[in-house]
């Protein structure tokens, strides 16, 4: 147990997805798992360990924000043993071919932040995600019919849709092919280079620094379900 896990070591999975939002994680383990126990509560974080194709998964939130990311991720690489963790979430278009509803698969993510030199005085603010993951996911999606769109990104400490000046806000980054801007892969693939463990980041696109575009409900449920469907299907490679 940690000050924010409950969970047994064996009650966790050696493979995580790990969604933000505590309640797509009961959705996921409803919907897509089987033989499913809660293994979390703490903080209504909470977390399930099922089985899907019979592999063993846990699906565990993250929490919104580097620092939450930071705190989930490396609990569970460091004392539950996770070998591989891959996140499954939202994230808005940083690029005019980005549109609404397209799934990211993220090579490197970006990020204007702290939390590596506070960590272990670190200097990188470009870090890598797994490329065996990331083979394994793009097999999945060829296999599915799922079209990645692949590319780095950022991750921003700041809700890019709450920026009064869009135009100022995406000068603050360097002149890169960003696709994709987010708010927790940066910890994610920090922590597993640093223990020496595999992560991935697979998004929806549900908004845009381009248009105004509202999707609707319906819209929303289906991509998000091809994203779980091809982190899931990923891990039967």
Not at 106 to 114: C, I, P, Q
Not at 161 to 186: G, H, Q, T, W
């Amino acid at each position: 147990m940690t000050p924010h896990i409950e969970s047994k070591k064996e009650e966790i999975a050696p493979i995580v997805l790990m969604p933000g939002d505590p309640l797509r994680a009961k959705y996921i383990a409803e919907n897509f798992l089987e033989n499913v126990t809660l293994v979390n509560h703490v903080r209504n974080m909470f977390a399930y360990t099922g089985t899907y194709k019979g592999k063993k998964v846990t699906v565990f939130p993250s929490g919104m924000g580097i620092p939450s990311m930071g705190i989930y991720s490396y609990e569970l690489f460091k004392f539950y043993d996770v070998k591989k963790i891959i996140r499954i979430g939202t994230c808005g278009s940083f690029h005019e071919d980005i549109k609404c509803l397209d799934v990211v698969l993220a090579e490197k993510a970006y990020s204007k932040t702290y939390f590596d030199k506070l960590l272990d005085d670190g200097n990188d603010n470009l870090v890598e995600a797994s490329a065996d993951l990331n083979r394994m996911i793009m097999n999945s999606a060829k296999k599915n019919n799922i079209d990645l769109k692949i590319g780095e990104i950022i991750t921003s400490d700041v809700f890019d849709l709450y920026c009064d000046d869009k135009e100022k806000y995406r000068s603050n980054y360097p002149k890169r092919d960003f696709i994709a801007v987010e708010m927790e892969a940066y910890a994610l693939f920090y922590v597993a280079r640093k223990l020496k463990k595999d992560a991935a980041c697979l998004l929806t696109v549900v908004d845009s620094l381009f248009d105004n575009q509202n999707l609707t409900i319906e819209q929303r449920e289906k991509s998000l379900n091809d994203m779980i469907k091809v982190a899931l299907e990923s891990l039967l490679d």
